[in-house]
């Protein structure tokens, strides 16, 4: 007989007094499987949990073989109990011995049954075992069976969790250690607690007493849901929402699924509280996702998520963010993605580290980090489903590794790595008043970059000469509309009083690509790192950039201006760029304006095209910065933001060297300045490389100054420059490690 629609009900609160139960763990299960089996009308019901990453272990049953429990053992894909778990997803199937993926264990004693159902245990999309129903008769289980069956399996893993019920193993333990392996984007070791950025709403309460009431209250929440993003969508500005218009878009298709609101209904009928059914559904629509083959919709899987939750924002009734929460001082922030004004939200002085399951290194938000000299590690999937408010968590971005719940050995070592790290930073603290001179007597030009105020504010602390590049698009990337002239004019101003006699480097502005404005839209590309961004969309919008060439003009009034231009190609483009940048001289002299008294015009060498055409283009130029960042990307085809390409091409290799040498080569015969702004500069290894390549100004992300510094006080320019062109001509399969030897070899302090 199918269980019938009042069965889960009745099911479920049975369950709950089971569970709340005291004595025996193994009793407790026992009873568990006990009731399903008596309330499906089905001769086996066994319950087998996750024990280690692919291993299965049946832990109770009601129809076999008891001496099987604890002594049977699936590994993930074995059976059709492993099938279930590889791919998170239920079969119902009438003559289960004849599926080719049956694997006959024979202490069970399950010879005589043939219809088999099974569904997985999930929690938080993660497989935390196998429940399985099974009669004798051939027969395919109805789907209110099966939909019943998943609604009891959700129960089970909430209260198998909350009580610790057979878990012997880590894996599956809300609290267990765990390690993430992702990318670094700013170098550093954090430790703290985590604080989620949009925190997962807990479901405490999962089987109603009041299914009508239930039903009443999640029409009420999606009608909620509904009008909010309708609103968002409804303003001009959607900045504040968190989310991109395409995404609010995204959400409101499916907020207005039908399928969706049916399941979510009828998990609602089948005894769950409001809350729980949401959860149900999302649990069951993240594995479904997860696995998914196509690119596209594994992606849609985070959508649902966040679809999820805010709908479980509504029901609970909690909607503020973690920002606005009070800050632990040890906060480790904690996000699928998040933009750069979010993360300026919160309490810098108590922002330790910054996760995230999604950034690239040349994101925004990884800008505005490395300019805060926060940690940052990402490309963690998975993490955020896994923390919880609270949780104990180190970042470790030099590694690229997060530990989530760590043990009290890993917690003392990174304690020790931490207490080096500090006496590390004393000594670069040391000589941050000190010249940047080799032990030959060169000098060397060490700036910064920078992009927000506090960089600015950091100059003189950081030990840097100068600020090397000022990226003027941050302004704009964390307003919520087009900044006016004026409100320019105040920022650059500001920026040049602060730094007194200091000289700024301003590149204009750089959007596109991954640096999206929200207010400005543009045409979906398919690769915009190489598409319409930069000087390209400001020379077919030049109202984009005329009003920033002419705040900056304004502001640097009877001062030296230096300005260069991102992404050039060719040189007719630079030369209609440093057009617009006269013309807007011209005019406001014209008006009796104020200009610079010395106005210094470069360019950034990012896209290699260029360095075939630097004959061309040197003569023309004040000085060259060379983007190593955007230009070994191009150089390699290589997308640095893919964790499948981005550390597949060293560059510290034969090409990328060569290619800076000849750079440099040029830059010296056309008596042009040239200097490296890209992350390259800041790692010691690489910029004692470019010294013995003839590089002597740098300009490198803050946190590295004292780094590099330390490494050119150490060097010798003549013996580097002999032994890393040895090198070079030796045409070494390891050149990295060459030049480690070197370092090793001459003294040098990495």
Known sequence: MPLTLEGPRILLRRLRHVMADGGDKQMRLNRTVELIAASMNAAVCSVYLRRGNDALELCATEGLNPEAVHNTILRFGEGLVGDIAQHKRSLNLSDAPSHPRFAYRPETGEDPFKSFVGVPILRGGDVTGVLVVQNSTERLFVDEEVEALQTVAMVLSEMLTATGEGLADEDIAPDAPRVFKGIGHNDGIAMGHVVLHEPRVEVTKLISDDTEEEGRRLSSAIYKLRRNIDKMLATEDVSHAGEHLAVLETYRMFAN?????????????????????????????????????????RDRMHDFEDLSNRLLRILTGRAQLASEDKLPRDAIIMARTMGPADLLDYDRRKIRGLVLEEAAMGAHVTIVARALNIPLVGDLRGIVASARDGHEIIVDADQGEVHLNPASDIIDAYSNRARLQARRQKSYARIKHLPAVTRDGVDIQLNMNAGLMVDVENLQESGAQDIGLFRTELQFMVAARMPRETEQLAVYKNVLDTVGERDVVFRTLDIGGDKVL????????????????????ALDRPGLVRHQLRALLKAAAGRQLSIMFPLITTVEEFERSRDLLLKEQDRLHKFGHDVPSNLRIGTMLEVPALVWQLDRLLPQLDFLSIGTNDLMQFFFASDRGNPMTGDRYDILSLPSLRLLSHVREMCDKYEVPVSLCGELGGRPLEAMTLLGLGFRSFSVPSASVGPVKRMVRSANCERLETAVGEALASSSDDLREQLKTIADAHGVKL
Do not use: C, F, K
């Open 257 to 297: 699924d039908r399928g969706w609101l049916r399941r979510i209904q009828d998990a609602v009928h089948s005894g769950l509280t409001a809350e729980a059914a949401v959860e149900r559904v999302n649990n069951a629509m993240r594995a479904r996702l997860s696995r998914h083959r196509d690119i596209y919709l």
């Open 518 to 537: 929200p207010y400005l839209r543009t045409r979906p590309e398919e690769n915009p790192a190489m598409g319409w961004r930069a000087m390209r969309m």
